[in-house]
């Protein structure tokens, strides 16, 4: 496996563990990819529309499981939107954040820009 094949492969592997995080068992590779497709055809409508994305992901965030995971790792790819959509999630999850870390053993764009996940407040935390 050649390098830029191993970072495709971890990073798959990180985007499963998060879509997986807080469920009895880890979604099939289906489920996880419907999961985060939908989330982000969802999330493109509302951005189209100019609609609240922090109404959206707290909505998701209601239904937890995937929904909720999906819903979060759609935001987490928006730049403008990633450290609100980090802290909020860590604030509802302390417990995944810690899993989530340890199954990483080299930085993702996943996580990278949240190092401290725990370790700020933000204005928006309603989100």
Do not use: C, K
Request: glycine share 6%.
């Amino acid at each position: 496996m050649g390098a830029t094949a191993y970072q495709e492969h971890r990073r798959s592997q990180a985007i499963l563990a998060f879509l997986g995080a807080g469920l009895q068992q880890p979604p099939d590779r289906a489920l996880a990819v419907t999961a985060l497709a939908s989330a982000r055809r969802d999330l493109a409508a509302l951005q189209a529309s100019n609609l609240p994305v922090g109404t959206w992901l707290t909505e998701q965030a209601r239904h937890g499981g995937i929904r909720e995971n999906a819903a979060t790792l759609a935001v987490l790819e928006l730049p403008e939107h990633h450290q609100q959509a980090a802290q909020a999630y860590a604030d509802r999850h302390p417990d995944r954040i810690t899993s989530l870390r340890q199954r990483r053993r080299e930085p993702s764009r996943l996580f990278e820009e949240s190092a401290s996940f725990t370790g700020r407040v933000h204005q928006w935390r309603t989100f």
